[in-house]
């Protein structure tokens, strides 16, 4: 579909090696040369310095969309809806049997608990592709995973085991990012002997008696990985969002959020009471006509100045493969006087030189970003968050943070697993295991997305990030794929409305430090046949300039009391 | 001559009027008749946008100045400097460098240091790994995981139950999974703060009864009653839930939980009961409040409960029917967009499970300690006990409050240092003042466990 260039108010030159002044602040964007298929070396990479920004290239490009699939993807949407409401009325008019579980009798003169149109979708696409999805493992989710069969002779309806165990699935689906998911090795055996000493549970919550030594070892640990003040932890990643941004703001204060954050990030906003506009995916200009326009107008109906304003942004969006533009984020937030809430959920440990994330990545000093927070289960193979800042920030959340009041604190073998792995990374082991695995995952990262490229697939995202969407877009693709992929022993991770804009399904690919060549590879030979097999081959190396993407309007979303 | 040529005019003028043809007329008049309506209806005021210059916005932008990230917090708040515990929290605990028995950890069972969940989660850990490496939904489930659900389905004896990786998720996720804007939920005012937090989240109408009030509740169904008569469209398309607790963590009390059955089909409600604290103790095998009652499991619409308690372990779980139950799987928020519950945490709480199917006799000897101890905390002059006499977690506070919130916190950590300094564990019950809705006046709280020995006292 071609897209109408917006947001910009300067014509855009068709030099090559030019400046693209776009309002205040540059930005730098992925050109390719028009006609020539070839390899990565016909791309030419544009970084525009504003007081040397960006130190090394910025990388991103999303190809648009072929007009000719566009089309086929609403039509293939169309026939499965029209197919939906047949079987809906032939399941009402008791013509099919009927698979879902159904209301207890007594309860039948109840207000129905479910909307039929709510599970529309649900019902009648999620169903038959149901497969690609729960599959269940009982091996440890490294770089080859056991992968539990299982059947079902009703279309998905139900599943059952067959009790075949499918062995050494190369796993490309698995937040294994520097490779620590591993049952041997010096984290598992710390591990160990925590648990022996321990035990399992806590039983109370951090501001009761269930703070241990091994919790304060660890936040300090943190705090001097990230370069910090202080840090404290939490024992869920999604819920150190959903219940520490409600402590920093509440009614009065304006949330800018950036369109593709995740779930945990958006309920901490609604929880919060603040105020929530959203600007278009990494676009600086959105961004920054937003603070303007905030500051200068105020709340929305009394004219009153805001409290706070928090931006939030991601470190890598997991859907797209993009990093965020920090060095632009940080100069408008000192511009703007604006809080930075910066989630590394994905990019902690997998980008920069040091594995310290997305501020390392782009040479930055860590006491810009205000509230830095991420989650110890990708990078770390463990679970739980943290958020690191200023002292006073920590006293603060340690005082006011639901989580540290209600919340049971996180178990001890699971933090003396991120302590283990944290000093590997660090390089406090006296190894250079850490050093190592984050130089192969770059090395990783650059051969497959280079290797995808090159076959002709279109892939979305920054060169440098370790998460590679693969554009599927047809419905069909996303069960065929996942299916063909399993059968020739890889588990791939496809992702389909509603995670994704309706046409935009498409195929991710989290790629490890574990993994070898010869398993990339052989992953890419597989990857090759299959998209050879669904024709999915579609891009013709026209990259356009994110700030072309199609996007409804910046909503405004007004809290309510 | 200029009369004449009016009068000349006039006549012609009128003359013309009735040669006109008649449509001409009559877009005349209406053109007319137009023109008298512009001249009497109200000028309609736009609202006045200010054009600022860009010098006064950006002048604007210099002047404001934002409020500090975070309040300063002072050096002395209580909740500051957490208590240090060293080694493991179980029975013997040692905190801030002195030697205690544990009376602050939920550990009900005493399962914690128990040997076996150790060599189970070891087991496990051996196998898999610590972390899963994903959501449910991207190989991050794994066979742990779906025995764990198993074995809580049978235990409970419902058709399903499904597993979260944080207890405070738990009912948190399942509240706004099934309850949208527009729902009404009637809850009681001492719920706890995850229940709040999930209503809150799911943006629907609340309604709040006294605690463990039939009376008010019954009320305000009526209440709803009358309203659903005025406006039954709206009523059919309107769900109805009441969330209650089994075991309040905030008053130690039990629910009725046989008359809100009663009212639940009387006024087609729907129950949600939280069982975080009764699962594990209340019943004669630790099914829960519901077990306590004799109620059967099918009439509770969903129970959740966290396994944090009694199961000595992390996470949380819902439990009931498969149609209430399934939908979380693709709309509860804590178990689509988060990691799954690390397969050593799930082994560890399958192994306390199997404890408890095989030691039954555990919770009378628990109901016959909490008893005895409540009895032997009546006395005490100055300090009354809030909670039922089989709640193994109850709350003792001031008879008499001094009036003022913070000197009855000062006075409760006086007296929670002391008894620390003298080998018993105890904690100040927790709460974010501000952001509690029936804030329950300070206490200590104490939890009980199995293992406690008579000779200690």
């Known amino acids: 579909m071609r897209t109408e260039p917006g947001g910009c108010c300067c014509r855009r030159p068709v030099r090559a090696n030019d400046c693209v002044a776009n309002g205040e602040v540059r930005n730098g964007y992925v050109r390719s040369s028009a006609a020539t298929a070839a390899a990565a070396a016909s791309q030419i990479h544009h970084v525009t310095q504003n007081g040397g920004l960006y130190k090394r290239p910025f990388n991103e490009g999303f190809e648009e969309t072929p007009m000719l699939v566009a089309v086929l993807t609403y039509v293939g949407y169309g026939v499965l809806t029209l197919f939906g409401y047949l079987r809906d009325f032939l399941r009402h008019w008791r013509i099919e049997k009927c698979h879902h579980a159904t209301e207890r009798e007594e309860q039948k003169d109840f207000v129905s608990l479910y909307q039929d149109f709510e599970n529309f979708y649900t019902r009648n696409l999620y169903m038959r592709i149901r497969d690609n999805w729960n599959r269940p493992i009982c091996s440890v989710p490294g770089a080859r995973v056991d992968i539990m069969e299982r059947q079902s002779h009703d279309y998905n309806w139900s599943f059952k085991y067959t009790g075949n165990v499918i062995k050494d699935v190369i796993n490309m689906g698995s937040y294994n990012y520097l490779g620590f998911a591993r049952n041997t090795g010096p984290c598992q055996e710390a591990a160990a002997k925590v648990l022996e000493e321990y035990g399992v549970g806590v039983c109370s919550t951090r501001q009761e008696i269930g703070n241990l030594d091994k919790h304060e070892e660890l936040e300090k640990l943190v705090a001097s990985f990230l370069g910090v003040e202080a840090a404290m932890t939490y024992g869920m990643g999604f819920a150190t969002n959903s219940m520490n941004i409600p402590a920093l703001v509440s009614k009065g204060c304006l949330i800018l959020s950036d369109e593709l954050n995740h779930a945990s990030l958006v309920l901490g906003a609604r929880l919060s009471g603040a105020t929530i506009r959203v600007f278009k995916h990494n676009n600086m200009q959105s961004l920054e006509k937003l603070l303007k326009d905030a500051i200068v107008y105020g709340q929305p109906r009394t004219r009153r100045p805001w409290k706070k304003i928090l931006i939030l942004v991601e470190g890598i969006y997991s859907m797209e493969g993009s990093i965020v533009r920090l060095p632009e984020v940080i100069a408008l937030k000192k511009k703007y006087k604006a809080y930075l809430y910066l989630d590394e959920a994905h990019s902690i440990g997998a980008l920069g030189p040091t594995g310290r994330g997305v501020v390392d990545y782009f040479g930055l000093d860590p006491e810009d970003v205000d509230i830095m927070m991420g989650t110890f289960t990708k990078s770390f193979g463990a679970s739980g968050g943290y958020i690191g800042g200023k002292k006073e920030l920590i006293d603060y959340l340690r005082t006011h943070s639901h989580s540290a009041v209600y919340a049971t604190s996180p178990s001890p073998p699971v933090v003396e697993q991120i302590v283990t792995s944290m000093k590997c990374i660090m390089g406090q082991d006296g190894t250079t295991l850490g050093k190592e695995c984050i130089q192969q995952l770059a090395e990783n990262v650059r051969y497959f997305r280079r290797r995808l490229k090159n076959m002709g697939f279109i892939i979305y995202g920054n060169e440098d990030s370790p998460v590679v969407p693969l554009m599927l877009y047809m419905p069909a693709k996303i069960g065929a794929f996942g299916r063909e992929m399993l059968k020739r022993n890889i588990g791939v991770v496809v992702v389909g409305f509603p995670a994704t804009p309706i046409i935009e399904s498409r195929a991710r690919f989290c790629l490890s430090a574990a993994h070898t060549k010869e398993m990339l590879d052989t992953a890419l030979k597989e990857i090759d046949e299959v998209g050879d097999l669904l024709h999915l081959k579609y891009s013709r190396h026209r990259s356009v300039p994110l700030l072309d993407r199609p996007f409804d309007e910046t909503t405004y979303e007004e809290t309510e009391d | ?457």
């Open chain 2, 1 to 457: 001559m200029a009369t004449v040529a009016e009068q000349w005019v006039l006549v012609e003028m009128v003359q013309a009027l009735y040669e006109a043809p008649a449509y001409h007329l009559i877009l005349e008049g209406i053109l007319i008749l137009w023109i008298i309506r512009l001249l009497f209806s109200k000028t309609y005021k736009l609202q006045e946008r200010s054009d600022l210059t860009v010098k006064e916005k950006e002048e604007l932008i210099e002047e404001w100045q934002p409020e500090p990230l975070v309040p300063p917090v002072s050096k002395d708040h209580p909740a500051l400097n957490y208590n240090i515990v060293s080694g493991p929290p179980s029975h013997n605990i040692v905190v801030n460098g002195k030697e205690c028995i544990n009376f602050a950890s939920f550990n009900f069972l005493g399962l914690l240091d128990n040997p076996r969940l150790k060599a189970a989660a070891l087991a496990s850990l051996k196998k898999c790994g610590v972390g899963t490496c994903g959501p449910r939904g991207f190989y991050g489930t794994f066979d742990v995981h779906l025995d764990l659900e198993d074995r809580l389905a049978k235990f409970m004896k419902t058709e399903e139950a499904i597993i979260y990786s944080y207890g405070f998720a738990t009912i948190a996720s399942a509240i706004p999974a099934y309850s949208k804007r527009g729902d009404i939920v009637f809850v009681d005012k001492a719920a706890c703060f995850a229940i709040q937090k999930g209503l809150q989240a799911s943006r629907s109408d609340i309604k709040l009864f006294n605690h463990n009030d039939m009376d008010d509740l019954q009320r305000l169904l009526k209440e709803q009653e009358i309203e659903d008569q005025k406006n039954p469209r709206k009523a059919r398309v309107t769900r109805r839930f009441i969330v209650v607790e089994g075991l309040y963590m905030n008053t130690g009390t039990i629910c009725p939980l046989p008359e809100l059955v009663k009212l639940k089909y009387r006024y087609k409600a729907r129950i949600f009961l939280e069982e975080s604290l009764s699962f594990g103790v209340l019943g004669e095998h630790g099914r829960g409040v519901t077990e306590h009652f004799g109620i059967d499991i099918d009439d509770i619409d969903l129970i959740s409960a966290n396994m944090e308690n009694s199961l000595a372990s992390i996470g949380g779980f819902c439990c009931g029917r498969s149609f209430v139950i399934d939908h979380q799987r693709l709309s509860g928020q804590g178990y689509c967009f988060s990691a799954s519950l690390p397969p050593l945490l799930a082994a560890a709480a399958i192994e306390a499970l199997n404890i408890m199917e095989e030691n039954p006799g555990i919770f009378a000897v628990l109901k016959e300690k909490c008893k005895r101890i409540h009895k032997a905390l009546q006395g005490i002059s100055g300090l009354k006990v809030v909670g039922e006499s089989i709640s193994p977690a109850f709350h003792l506070q001031l008879e008499e409050s001094t009036g003022c919130r913070e000197r009855d916190v000062k006075l409760l950590q006086e007296i929670v240092t002391q008894c620390m300094d003298r080998g018993i564990a105890l904690t100040l019950a927790r709460y974010l003042e501000k952001e509690e809705k029936y804030l329950p006046p300070p206490s200590i709280v104490q939890d009980l466990q199995n293992k406690i020995k008579w000779w200690q006292w």
